[in-house]
């Protein structure tokens, strides 16, 4: 009877089907530490990519910059936001719309002209906490 009773408990315990608490745990646990793992390397990844899309903005301002000073080699030109007084002609977000268009997502904060030709520019973008540059500012 003892035999039968425990041949029946066996059969019971192996036809139960799914995970124990332990089970859970020790995978929710590991889990947890491989997104403690992955965040920050994430977050690295997010950052990098942002500075780098700040660069190539920049670049691609510094392009057209050039473009439009080599088209005007005519006017003697300053950098971005200095004073007319000087006699040179400073070169505007505006000169550059029909190079960069009008829907771009940073602000041009410095263009720097040494000798008639484009030598560096400088950008912000995603809420000015990065800075693209290209070139000498």
Do not use: C
């Not at 192996?14 to 920050?40: D, H, M, N």
């Not at 510094?62 to 936001?81: E, I, K, N, P, R």
């Not at 002209?113 to 995603?126: D, H, P, R, Y």
């Amino acid at each position: 009877m003892v035999k039968a009773l425990a041949e029946t408990h066996g059969k019971l315990r192996r036809s139960k089907k799914g995970f124990t608490l332990i089970e859970l745990l020790v995978v929710l646990a590991i889990l947890t530490i491989l997104v403690a793992i992955l965040i920050p390397v994430v977050a690295g990844f997010i950052h990098k990519a942002k500075q780098s899309a700040s660069n190539t903005d920049a670049h691609t301002v510094f392009t057209a910059a050039a473009a439009y000073v080599a088209l005007h080699d005519d006017t003697t030109f300053t950098s971005l936001g200095s004073a007319a007084s000087t006699g040179k002609v400073p070169i505007t977000t505006a000169d550059l719309s029909n190079y960069i268009g009008s829907n771009y997502s940073f602000t041009i904060t410095k263009i720097t002209i040494n000798g008639g030709v484009v030598a560096g520019v400088q950008v912000s973008e995603f809420g000015g906490t990065f800075t693209g540059t290209y070139g000498t500012v």
